[in-house]
Structure formats: C-alpha cells, structure tokens
C-alpha cells in the first residue's frame, strides 16, 4: 500500500536561509510524487512533480526536489526562504498505471523568522 | 475563473442536521474526489468519481453520500451531522495524461463546523 511519512511536523527558518523538507514513501513500483503548498486558509496549490527522467526536478516559488529511489525519498529544497514561503507543505505519492488514489503525507508546517 | 469552485465556503450547523456541498471544474477534467482535511492537517480521500462513475470509496460513514450529476460536477450530501464531521472539505479534480499520472487541482476548501 501507499504511504508517505514526513518526518518534521514543523520547521522554522531565517529570511534568507536554506531550506530542506523531508519526505520519504513507500510503493510497491515506480511512484509518481509530489509536493504541494498550503497557505492558511486556502486550497493545496501544486509545486512540483516528478513521473521518471531526471531525478532533480524544478517547480515553482524556486523550488526543487530530488528523487532517491535508493533512499525511498523526495525531499524539497530552496536555496533562499522568502517570508511569503511560510505555508504547509504536503508532500504526496500517487499511484501509477492509470491508478486514481493520490495519497498525502501528514504535513510540514514551515514558519520563516525576520 | 476559477478552475476549481466549492459552496459554501463556511458552514455552521446544529448536530443532526443534514448538509450539502457543492463543487465545479471547468478545467474539462474527466476525474473528481472529495478529500477530508482534519484539525491537525492531516488529508485523507473519501470519494472519487471517473466520468461520473464511482471509483474510489473509502472507509466512510454511509451518512456521507456523493453525487456527480456530469463530469464537471461532484457534490457531498451529508446526513445526520455529528461533531467529528468538523473540517475541511476539499474537492479536487484530475485528468490523466501520457504519463498515467493524476495530477489534482484543489478548489479553496469548505470548512464545515457542527455545534
């Protein structure tokens, strides 16, 4: 079955830091993985994907996240946190082969200080 | 335009009453679902319809009944509400490209308060 731990319930940065979200999944094939967004009282907005090909894939905001297979893990990076990025970040792993159910880690909860 | 749109927005109600939210893509895509945000953020799908057919149905009271009258439409009727039905309501939809990936677009949600 699908399952997707991310580990840090929160996490606060500095304006201006680097920034690493942890998520790590369990599926039985190839998974197809994303990370989306959450801002406070607002939908899920997606940022990013990776389906196969290159492992480091760009979104949007400056984002990235790399697909270790070996490692069971998609993490999220940004190289410098801008204030707005504070939000909750799902990380989500979706079944392959015309499969329906998307299926969401428990959230990161990022909190950017002055 | 908004690609994915829920009604109401908020919802305040008495235990035992019975509600219905509604929900509309006009992004042509052949799938919808209906996810459930609870207080601690954590989302679980309930329902899910393809091309009008029910596809996906979690493990969910039978007081949650799921209608999709055409593609673009997918609402939750809600009977005999309790005080654990309290949420966040998110409707999303997906179509399915090369790829096989479903790709979901949410709509802004629809808290749902019970008193």
């Known amino acids: 079955a699908q399952s997707v731990t991310q580990p840090d319930i929160h996490i606060t940065v500095s304006e201006g830091a680097s920034l690493e979200l942890r998520c790590n999944y369990s599926y039985g094939a190839t998974p197809y993985l994303f990370w989306y967004v959450q801002s406070p009282g607002q939908g899920l907005q997606l940022l990013l994907k990776?389906?196969?090909?290159?492992?480091l894939v760009q979104g949007i905001k400056g984002f990235e996240a790399e697909f270790k297979r070996s490692q069971s893990s998609f993490n999220l990076r940004k190289p410098s946190v801008h204030w707005s990025d504070a939000a909750e970040y799902f990380c989500a792993v979706g079944a392959g082969g015309g499969g329906f159910k998307t299926i969401f880690g428990a959230g990161t909860r990022l909190f950017v200080k002055a | 335009d908004t690609a994915v749109s829920q009604t109401p927005k908020y919802l305040v109600t008495q235990m035992g009453n019975d509600k219905s939210i509604k929900c509309e893509q006009n992004?042509?895509?052949?799938?919808m679902y209906w996810y459930k945000q609870d207080s601690k953020k954590f989302l679980k799908i309930m329902f899910s319809y393809n091309n009008k057919e029910l596809i996906i149905n979690e493990t969910v009271p039978n007081r949650f009944s799921p209608k999709s009258p055409d593609k673009a439409h997918l609402n939750l009727h809600i009977n005999s509400l309790e005080l654990g039905d309290s949420a966040v309501y998110f409707c999303?939809?997906?179509?399915?490209?090369?790829?096989?990936?479903?790709?979901?677009?949410f709509g802004a949600g629809s808290r749902l308060t019970v008193l």
């Open positions: 990776y389906f196969s090909g290159d492992t």
């Open positions: 999303a939809s997906s179509s399915q490209g090369i790829s096989g990936a479903n790709v979901l677009t």
């Open positions: 992004l042509g895509h052949d799938t």
